[in-house]
């Protein structure tokens, strides 16, 4: 079956460190993968997408994320942690041909000040 | 340019009613999706329309149906409903295609009681 895995369900970092969000996948092709953010009571809002290319894809609000093949991982990273980066974090990928995402569970990240 | 509406944003509704939500996407995207989301199970895909056409659907039952029309706005229909149905629903646009990466609306929160 395919999925998306987040392993952490929270993520807590104090502002100013480097973040990291983890997400895994396990879907046939060449899936395309992305990463959400949804704030309290909100829809979800795109951050970035690897479709192809450079394994490094910058994103918005400094967020950047590395693609690895061979590990089937998609990390969302940010150098420095703000407070107002505290949300919710899905991890997408779209088959080519499916018109669907598969998302994973999200994680909550806390930025503590 | 305006995003993607909408309504209504909340709704309370009885156990075996049946209710109507509504999807504006954003202005020349053809493509509108339909995700369920609940604490318990995450984002899991309802429907996806394109140009009137359902072109791929979740695993739900039939009680869960869509349309889209000619002006690409689109709506979901939940028939008898239950409890279980209680969530917020949310709506995403695209264009060409989802992988691209979609925009999403606010959502409806429909609680059943």
């Known amino acids: 079956a395919q999925s998306v895995a987040q392993p952490e369900d929270q993520v807590n970092v104090a502002e100013g460190n480097p973040l990291t969000v983890k997400c895994t996948y396990s879907v046939s092709g060449n899936p395309y993968l992305f990463w959400y953010v949804q704030y309290p009571n909100r829809g979800l809002q795109f951050l970035l997408k690897?479709?192809?290319?450079?394994?490094l894809v910058k994103g918005s609000y400094g967020f950047e994320a590395e693609f690895n093949k061979s590990q089937t991982s998609f990390h969302l990273k940010k150098p420095s942690a703000l407070v107002s980066d505290s949300a919710l974090y899905f991890c997408?990928?779209?088959?080519?041909?499916?018109?669907?995402?598969?998302f994973g569970t999200g994680t909550r990240l806390k930025v503590l000040a | 340019k305006a995003g993607v509406t909408q309504t209504p944003r909340y709704l309370i509704k009885t156990r075996g009613q049946q209710v109507t939500l509504s999807c504006s996407p954003i202005?020349?995207?053809?493509?509108v999706s339909w995700y369920q989301q609940t604490p318990g199970q995450g984002l899991q895909f309802l429907f996806e329309?394109?140009?009137?056409?359902?072109?791929n659907k979740g695993n739900f039952p039939g009680r869960f149906s869509g349309r889209q029309f000619s002006n690409s706005r689109s709506e979901m229909n939940v028939s008898t409903l239950e409890l279980g149905d209680s969530a917020l629903y949310l709506c995403?646009?695209?264009?060409?295609?989802?992988?691209?990466?979609?925009?999403f609306g606010s959502g409806t929160r429909l609680t059943v009681v």
């Open positions: 995403a646009s695209s264009s060409p295609t989802a992988n691209y990466g979609y925009t």
């Open positions: 202005s020349g995207h053809r493509s």
């Open positions: 997408a990928v779209s088959v080519p041909g499916t018109y669907k995402y598969i």
């Open positions: 329309y394109f140009s009137e056409t359902q072109r």
């Open positions: 690897y479709i192809t290319g450079d394994n």
